[in-house]
């Protein structure tokens, strides 16, 4: 079997961790050297902390800005900044305005993030659930927490999901 055949096609979105991810192009179309995502990241939202050790990953910001924690370090990024996240990097990052974020995400070679984002795509309120049960959203949403899920599923792509 095709590593690259169960992936979603390029110009598919989901919605995961409460981002919205389009698939620019992955293993797939760059037969596995790398994949290429656009993140929408609302503003307040992000991704929890966590590291790929066989994947770095390139943000590109397209609009708004983000913070990103890198290791023990808080980046600051604007429309054209980018920024190198190595291989095994502990990094989160969160949306913080004016409006929702769209970052370019380029991975190498992706296909566990791929696969990552594909299996969790149904799974969108996940993260929503998370933040709310932090305290860090004021609106409920419906869905139960299942932190077990997104760990269980992060570890089998190689995505280690870590404490706050």
Known sequence: M????ALPRAG???RVLGTGIT????GRETRGHYSMFELVVPVGEGMVPHR???EPEQLYV??????VRLEDELVGLEPGQTLLIPAGAVHAL???GPGPARVLATLAPGLAHARFYAELGAAADVHDVFLAGLGLREDRPKAPLDLGRLVEVAR???IEILPL
Request: glycine share 8%.
């Open 12 to 14: 598919t979105t989901l």
């Open 62 to 67: 397209l609009e708004g800005r983000l913070a």
């Open 23 to 26: 698939f620019l192009a992955t």
């Open 156 to 158: 089998a792509h190689g």
């Open 52 to 54: 790929h050790p066989a």
């Open 94 to 96: 969160q949306s913080t």
């Open 2 to 5: 095709n590593p690259t055949e």
